[in-house]
Nanobody, 123 residues
Framework: QLQLVESGGGLVQPGGSLRLSCAAS????????IGWFRQAPGKEREGVSC????????YYADSVKGRFIISGDNAKNAVYLQMNSLKTDDTAVYYC????????????????WGQGTQVTVSS
């Protein structure tokens, strides 16, 4: 059973940076897509960035384009999200997730989730 563990969240001032990590472990079939999602209080969970395990295709939400970078390291079974120029609107719980869809970055399509890590952007 695939297990995902996020780390790297915390409190940061607007304009600052954080790097989130997602470590995968356990037995599992190869997954097609891994992604980062976030959910703020009272808001729906939204896809932030996703990457294909097969061909490296990458998706970014419009709200984070030019600021966030997703990357993977197969040797370490890890995926990262570098977040730069953070805004207060980025405040949310960030989740790593794996899906077996061919391609996509919609939360209902992902079947394995980490526990989440809190990111708070505030002065």
């Amino acid at each position: 059973q695939l297990q995902l563990v996020e780390s790297g969240g915390g409190l940061v001032q607007p304009g600052g940076s954080l790097r989130l990590s997602c470590a995968a472990s356990g037995f599992s079939l190869d997954y097609n897509v891994i992604g980062w999602f976030r959910q703020a209080p009272g808001k729906e969970r939204e896809g932030v960035s996703c990457i294909s395990n097969y061909d490296g295709s990458i998706y970014y939400a419009d709200s984070v384009k030019g600021r966030f970078i997703i990357s993977g390291d197969n040797a370490k079974n890890a995926v990262y999200l570098q977040m730069n120029s953070l805004k207060t609107d980025d405040t949310a719980v960030y989740y790593c997730a794996a899906g077996w869809v061919n391609w996509g970055c919609e939360a209902p399509s992902f079947g394995s989730w980490g526990q989440g890590t809190q990111v708070t952007v505030s002065s």
